[in-house]
């Protein structure tokens, strides 16, 4: 969100061509959630694309394991740090694309209430301040369980995905900090 709490229409283009998802059903809730990092594109995608490694920046995650090579269809057994309503979750890779910057992950199984979940996560490069920055858009589709309103379920899943993209932020910036090699410009 831009500081007036509106979507640009430069983001609603990329949510627009990058973030469908077919075939929403009335059970279910999508959103789509914006995120300005300050941080090149190459650091903050080199933490996104790691399918195999979540937790380098998702801080409900403590482990997780992969089964095959990192390659569509590739599924992840993560595990979840106490406090959530689950345990366990397994997600697949749907998509993964390093010249877009796309990551597609569906959850397939594990212990807790999204079910048909599916995110899309897309990264585009933007100058703020001056620099070299990135816009994350990451949207969503769940079911609603049963008992549950659609705001419910959307505000729970916006609320994880804000609080994953915060530590995604922090982790880039603090990384871009420490990777700045440029020269900063005299005032």
């Given at each position: 969100?831009?500081?007036n709490g ?128 990135t816009l ?52």
């Amino acid at each position: 969100m831009n500081g007036n709490g509106g979507i640009t229409s430069m983001e609603n283009e990329y949510i627009y061509r990058h973030h469908k998802h077919d075939g929403m059903r009335d059970n279910q809730c999508s959103s789509a959630l914006v995120k300005h990092i300050k941080a090149p594109l190459h650091l903050v995608w080199s933490l996104v694309r790691r399918f195999d490694q979540p937790q380098k920046y998702k801080p409900f995650i403590s482990r997780c394991v992969v089964q095959g090579d990192l390659e569509i269809g590739s599924l992840r057994e993560v595990n979840v740090k106490s406090g959530l309503p689950a345990t366990t979750s397994t997600e697949r890779l749907e998509l993964l694309d390093d010249e877009e910057h796309i990551l597609s992950i569906r959850i397939v199984g594990g212990d807790h209430r999204l079910q048909n979940y599916s995110s899309i996560i897309t990264l585009h490069p933007e100058i703020i301040d001056g620099r070299p920055g990135t816009l994350v858009i990451e949207s969503f589709v769940v079911d609603v369980p049963e008992g549950n309103t659609k705001d419910e379920t959307c505000y729970f899943v916006e609320a994880l995905i804000k609080c994953n993209l915060k530590s995604l932020a922090d982790v880039s910036e603090r990384l871009a900090v420490q990777d700045r090699t440029e020269p900063i410009e005299r005032i």
